[in-house]
């Protein structure tokens, strides 16, 4: 998501753009349940990340318009926002503590009960009686706006050239990656590897690092909640959440480990599965449709970056963690910024 917003927003400022990726769209990016949600994404220490996100919302419509002149297809944006409820006492306790996070940070948040709100609560388990309301998080499909964002770029001009890039080095008017396949000359060079390794001959400062935090998703067709917001649940303790798509698609998620093996394990399968059906019973007839894995690149202090390499050809924008689609409009204009500034 990172490299193709990044291509776009270049290819439309009228730079040429080659992009490498040996399978695009198939990194974290694919994983990813597409919520953007500032505020039900708040954790204690995160401020700067907090604010930072806010500004995402606005720039993925404008994105989404721009999308939409290239290719006649704009992205969805579903501006939800999102229920959180608890399901035992403990985990009850833990939504208390998260409102109370909530308000420090000034996140527009309300107490709601299925009496008041019936439809907020459809399908979610009878002994979930009240919750919070957040107002302004949304969601889009990363599957939706990858292909639009792909097709923008096949319009705009944006060569893709499905290699993996093995090494990179800068010359004394640019810079030079270099596959098994070839080697490519440009002025300059945009480093968009997720949480991978980056290629030999990146020379990064110790400031940066990104370690990967593998997390999967299940996708089910069940029932339609789409009118409804995103459901965020504390369940034994866990994290959960059901972001609903029109027509009964909904995406169910998320496990955290800090692992690099992109496997998916049956135990944690078993546990996602029975947190979903605890919290939603309605799901107990879905359909799977499929289970997908993914690393998140996050970074030491859990903040993305843009670093431009020794030597100011090159650059490496990661770190996005669990917030990479929410952010990639943002990377988009650091991009930018750098090209404009370095040419
Ligand atoms: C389970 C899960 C749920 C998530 N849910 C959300 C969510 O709801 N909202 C949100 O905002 N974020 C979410 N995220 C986080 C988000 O998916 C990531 O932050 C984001 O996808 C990172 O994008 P990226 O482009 O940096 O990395 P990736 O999507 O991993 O892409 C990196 C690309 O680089 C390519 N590549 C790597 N090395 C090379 C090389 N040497 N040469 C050429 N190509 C290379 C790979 O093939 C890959 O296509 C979620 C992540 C996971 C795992």
Same mark, same amino acid.
């Given at each position: 998501?990172?490299?193709?917003?990044?291509?776009?927003?270049?290819?439309?400022?009228?730079?040429?753009?080659?992009?490498?990726?040996?399978?695009? #769209?198939?990194? *974290?990016?694919? @994983?990813?349940?597409?919520?953007? %949600?500032?505020?039900?994404?708040? $954790?204690? !220490?995160? &401020?700067?990340?907090?604010?930072?996100?806010?500004?995402?919302?606005?720039?993925?419509?404008?994105?989404?318009?721009?999308?939409?002149?290239?290719?006649?297809?704009?992205?969805?944006?579903?501006?939800?926002?999102?229920?959180?409820?608890?399901?035992?006492?403990?985990?009850?306790?833990?939504?208390?503590?998260?409102?109370?996070?909530?308000?420090?940070?000034?996140?527009?948040?309300?107490?709601?009960?299925r009496n008041t709100s019936p439809e907020m609560f459809e399908g979610i388990s009878g002994r979930i009686t009240d919750g919070i309301f957040i107002g302004g998080d949304a969601w889009l499909d990363p599957d939706q706006a990858m292909r639009i964002v792909g097709s923008a770029n096949e319009r705009l001009?944006?060569?893709?050239?499905?290699?993996?890039?093995?090494?990179?080095?800068?010359?004394?008017? #640019?810079?030079? *990656?270099?596959? @098994?396949?070839?080697?490519?000359? %440009?002025?300059?060079?945009?480093? $968009?590897? !997720?949480? &991978?390794?980056?290629?030999?001959?990146?020379?990064?400062?110790?400031?940066?690092?990104?370690?990967?935090?593998?997390?999967?998703?299940v996708r089910v067709r069940g029932i339609d909640r789409s009118a409804q917001p995103t459901i965020r649940a504390f369940v034994h303790g866990h994290f959960f959440y059901m972001v609903s798509r029109p027509g009964g698609y909904c995406v169910l998620g998320a496990t955290s480990d800090e692992r690099r093996?992109?496997?998916?394990?049956?135990?944690?399968?078993?546990?996602?599965?029975?947190?979903?059906?605890?919290?939603?019973?309605?799901?107990?007839?879905?359909?799977?449709?499929?289970?997908?894995?993914?690393?998140?690149?996050?970074?030491?202090?859990?903040?993305?970056?843009?670093?431009?390499?020794?030597?100011?050809?090159?650059?490496?924008?990661?770190?996005?963690?669990?917030?990479?689609?929410?952010?990639?409009?943002?990377?988009?204009?650091? %991009?930018?910024?750098?090209?404009? $500034?370095?040419?």
């Amino acid at each position: 998501m990172i490299g193709q917003t990044s291509a776009f927003r270049l290819a439309r400022a009228g730079f040429s753009v080659t992009m490498f990726d040996p399978s695009p #769209g198939h990194g *974290a990016t694919y @994983a990813a349940a597409g919520m953007i %949600a500032p505020s039900a994404e708040i $954790a204690p !220490g995160e &401020e700067e990340n907090y604010v930072l996100q806010l500004r995402a919302l606005p720039s993925w419509r404008s994105l989404s318009v721009e999308l939409s002149e290239v290719t006649d297809h704009q992205v969805d944006i579903f501006e939800t926002g999102t229920l959180v409820v608890g399901w035992d006492g403990s985990d009850r306790r833990l939504m208390s503590q998260y409102a109370q996070i909530a308000a420090d940070f000034n996140a527009e948040i309300r107490s709601v009960s299925r009496n008041t709100s019936p439809e907020m609560f459809e399908g979610i388990s009878g002994r979930i009686t009240d919750g919070i309301f957040i107002g302004g998080d949304a969601w889009l499909d990363p599957d939706q706006a990858m292909r639009i964002v792909g097709s923008a770029n096949e319009r705009l001009g944006v060569r893709l050239v499905h290699e993996t890039i093995q090494s990179i080095r800068t010359t004394p008017d #640019g810079v030079e *990656a270099i596959s @098994a396949e070839g080697e490519y000359r %440009a002025s300059i060079g945009i480093l $968009a590897t !997720g949480a &991978e390794h980056l290629p030999h001959g990146a020379e990064v400062t110790s400031e940066n690092v990104v370690r990967p935090v593998r997390g999967m998703t299940v996708r089910v067709r069940g029932i339609d909640r789409s009118a409804q917001p995103t459901i965020r649940a504390f369940v034994h303790g866990h994290f959960f959440y059901m972001v609903s798509r029109p027509g009964g698609y909904c995406v169910l998620g998320a496990t955290s480990d800090e692992r690099r093996d992109p496997i998916i394990e049956l135990g944690e399968t078993q546990r996602l599965l029975r947190d979903a059906l605890d919290v939603v019973p309605a799901l107990d007839s879905a359909a799977i449709l499929d289970s997908r894995v993914g690393l998140r690149p996050a970074s030491k202090d859990l903040r993305p970056f843009f670093e431009v390499l020794a030597g100011g050809r090159w650059a490496w924008s990661s770190g996005h963690y669990r917030h990479g689609v929410t952010l990639a409009p943002l990377a988009a204009l650091d %991009a930018l910024e750098f090209a404009v $500034a370095t040419t």
